[in-house]
């Protein structure tokens, strides 16, 4: 399988960043806490890189689960968290049921030559 270029993990990264953004809070598709997690430490990896901020109190339980979440990547790559950010977006609509919007998500992620870093999902 061929490597993806850095525009085609760019693309897919800013196709799967705008579904999320775009999912409204009471809408039908609800990702799990734990897949919330997910997309919050690859973005933060893939827009700033290790982790930088100081670590929360426990007191502040949201903080501090997204400070381990994000410090847990440690030294990954912006790259590979911008792959690991569509991953966990590919796997999560996999596990939704089939309508119109997620076909056209997982046809735009996977849509190119070259798939190595989504079709293994």
Do not use: H
């Given at each position: 399988?061929?490597?993806?270029?850095?525009?085609?993990?760019?693309?897919?990264?800013?196709?799967?960043?705008?579904?999320?953004?775009?999912?409204?809070?009471?809408?039908?598709?609800?990702?799990?806490?734990?897949?919330?997690l997910k997309f919050y430490s690859f973005f933060?990896?893939?827009?700033?890189?290790?982790?930088?901020?100081?670590?929360?109190?426990?007191?502040?339980?949201?903080?501090?689960?997204?400070?381990?979440?994000?410090?847990?990547?440690?030294?990954?790559?912006?790259?590979?968290?911008?792959?690991?950010?569509?991953?966990?977006?590919?796997?999560?609509?996999?596990?939704?049921?089939?309508?119109?919007?997620?076909?056209?998500?997982?046809?735009?992620?996977?849509?190119?030559?070259?798939?190595?870093?989504?079709?293994?999902?």
């Amino acid at each position: 399988m061929a490597e993806l270029t850095d525009a085609e993990v760019d693309r897919r990264f800013d196709v799967a960043l705008a579904f999320v953004k775009s999912l409204p809070a009471d809408g039908p598709i609800k990702p799990s806490t734990e897949d919330q997690l997910k997309f919050y430490s690859f973005f933060k990896q893939a827009t700033i890189g290790q982790c930088n901020e100081k670590q929360p109190s426990r007191l502040k339980v949201v903080q501090r689960f997204k400070w381990d979440a994000w410090n847990t990547l440690g030294k990954m790559s912006k790259r590979e968290a911008k792959m690991k950010y569509v991953e966990a977006l590919l796997a999560m609509a996999k596990r939704m049921p089939s309508s119109t919007e997620r076909d056209k998500l997982l046809n735009d992620l996977e849509s190119k030559a070259g798939t190595a870093a989504v079709s293994k999902l």
